[in-house]
């Protein structure tokens, strides 16, 4: 077999490479970060919210190091195109950087034996272990183009679906002026964890488009089951994290608005009914430049002193028939 090299100079498609470049503009790392700066307003909650806020962050870790060791390379591994490889192989590198930049949180929030708790609190969290275990299986079993097609839509699912839980509280968080450092790293992952979930949903289309009627529908049954079943387990989490400071409602309606925002990425309709969700979280969605200090601190608008031009919805409606 003859082995070939990635010609950049060919577009494998009429989208990959846009988003490689923006990928790239994307690129942040957690040391850019000035995070000594929530150490007041940590200290200024309750020990029940610390705890929620740890906790959140440990299951965004395991998610982060699932997606990053195992996810990506499988889908890097099978997809076709050495571009796309390339940007599979990008965006697996930047889940190791966001599974760090949790650490780097604990590191300056916490003690070191508060961190040891942590992340055994995640080995032994039932519901946790779960939702990682059942994204995980459609990863390694990977045999046929049907298990390409379900293992991308599990992976669509994980980025737009199952984080939000924990990145829900973060924004809440620093929507109200506290612990506003460690949310700007939530808004770098939340901008990232877009354009993952709308670049694997786009390959995840193609391989949808070329089955035959029964094949797509068979695996559009197989997504919504795997939404239901993730949220039940979701919804009991988020009761177990949250009732203590008496947000699981306001989780959980997040929750789902972003399931349906995972479904809009494979092509489908909304599941769950279109509710308004929490406005201070809301606003913690938006990606706008919180940080304009170039010199110590690097916000989310500011990226190796490039300047990102803004994309939207229409920046990624493609004509796969041409």
Known sequence: MTLKAVNWNREDDGFTQTFWKQNIEQFWTDDEIPLSDDKMSWVDLMPTEQDVYKRVLGGLTLLDTLQGGVGMPQILERVEGLQRKAVFGFMGMMEQIHAKSYSSIFTTLATTEEIDEIFEWVEQNKHLQQKAKTIQQYYINIRTKRDFYMAMAASVLLESYLFYSGFFYPLYLAGQGKLTA??????????????????????AQEVYESMNKREKDRVREEVLDLVVE?????????????????????????????????LQNLGFDNHFPVEDINPIVQNGISTNTKQHDFFSKKGNGYVRTTNIERMTDEDFKFDFNK
């Open 182 to 203: 460690s949310g700007e790293i939530i808004d770098l992952i939340l901008r990232d964890e877009a354009i993952h979930g709308l670049y694997t949903g786009l390959i």
């Open 230 to 262: 993730l949220y039940k387990n979701e919804a009991e989490y988020t009761d177990e994290l949250y009732t203590v400071i008496g947000l699981e409602e306001e989780v959980k309606k997040y929750v789902r608005y972003n399931a349906n925002r995972a």
